[in-house]
C-alpha cells in the first residue's frame, strides 16, 4: 500500500515550457487535491477533484489545468510555465470530503522555472 | 466562508517546555477541525481532528487540542518538546459541506537544546 504517490520527486523548466505533474493514490479515494506550498503563505488549493469525473478550481488555478484520469489518478499540468510557479507542490487525497476523514498527502513535487 | 488564523508564524522554545500553538477559525456552522504536521522535506499528516465527539482530542505523539466554541479555537499543546517536534503545524477547517479544507499559514515550531 503506497498510499500517494507523486512523479516527479524534482524538476527544473525554463520559462515558457510544459510540463505534468502526476499523482496516483492506491487507497480508493474519491476526492483528490493539488496544493502549492511557498514560504509564508501556507498551502493554497490549486484544484480538486470532489469525486471521479469532476474538477473545480482552487484558490490559485491560473497557470494550471488538471486531469482525473480515473479514480486513482490526478495530474496537474503547467502549459507554460513561469518563475511565479516555482513552488512546492503535493497531491492529497481523501476518502470523502463530506466527512471527518482526514487527506492523505504525497511526498512533493519541488519545481523551479528559471 | 470559513477560514483558519494561526498567531505566529514561528514558535520557538527549549526542550521539555509546553508547546502552545494557536489556531481560531471562522465558520457559519460548527466546524470539523484539524492538525496537521509537517516534517522536513515531507507532506503533510495528520496529528490529531475535532468531531464534536469530544472537546479536548488527543493526538499522536503527546499532542492535544481543546476546542473551545466560545473562543473559536482550537489550540494545540504538548506537555514537554522534544527535538522531534520540530516541524511546521497546519491547522485547518472544515464546513462539514461538500467542500476542501481550509489550511492555516502554518507555524513553524523550532525546539533549542
Known amino acids: 500500500n503506497a498510499g500517494v504517490t507523486q512523479t516527479p520527486k524534482f524538476q527544473v523548466l525554463k520559462t515558457g515550457q510544459s510540463m505534468t505533474l502526476q499523482c496516483a493514490q492506491d487507497m480508493n479515494h474519491n476526492s483528490m487535491y493539488w496544493y502549492r506550498q511557498d514560504p509564508g503563505m501556507g498551502l493554497r488549493l490549486i484544484y480538486y477533484s470532489a469525486s471521479e469525473g469532476t474538477t473545480d478550481k482552487g484558490e490559485v488555478p491560473n497557470g494550471y489545468n488538471v486531469s482525473r484520469l480515473n479514480k486513482r489518478e490526478f495530474s496537474l499540468r503547467l502549459e507554460s510555465a513561469a518563475p511565479s510557479q516555482t513552488s512546492v507542490y503535493f497531491c492529497?487525497?481523501?476518502?470523502?470530503?463530506?466527512?471527518?476523514?482526514?487527506?492523505?498527502f504525497g511526498p512533493g513535487t519541488r519545481l523551479t522555472v528559471t | 466562508a470559513q477560514s483558519v488564523t494561526q498567531l505566529g508564524s514561528h514558535v520557538s522554545v527549549s526542550e521539555g517546555a509546553l508547546v502552545l500553538l494557536r489556531c481560531n477559525y471562522s465558520s457559519s456552522v460548527p466546524p470539523y477541525l484539524f492538525w496537521y504536521v509537517q516534517y522536513p522535506n515531507q507532506g503533510l499528516q495528520l496529528l490529531l481532528k475535532?468531531?464534536?465527539?469530544?472537546?479536548l482530542v488527543k493526538g499522536i505523539n503527546g499532542f492535544e487540542a481543546e476546542f473551545k466554541k466560545s473562543e473559536t479555537s482550537f489550540h494545540l499543546t504538548k506537555p514537554s518538546a522534544h527535538m522531534s517536534d520540530a516541524a511546521e503545524y497546519f491547522c485547518?477547517?472544515?464546513?462539514?459541506?461538500?467542500?476542501?479544507?481550509?489550511f492555516g499559514k502554518g507555524t513553524r515550531l523550532s525546539v533549542i537544546a
Open positions: 492529497a487525497s481523501t476518502l470523502s470530503q463530506l466527512s471527518t476523514y482526514e487527506q492523505y
Open positions: 475535532y468531531t464534536s465527539a469530544a472537546t
Open positions: 485547518a477547517v472544515s464546513d462539514r459541506r461538500n467542500t476542501p479544507l481550509v
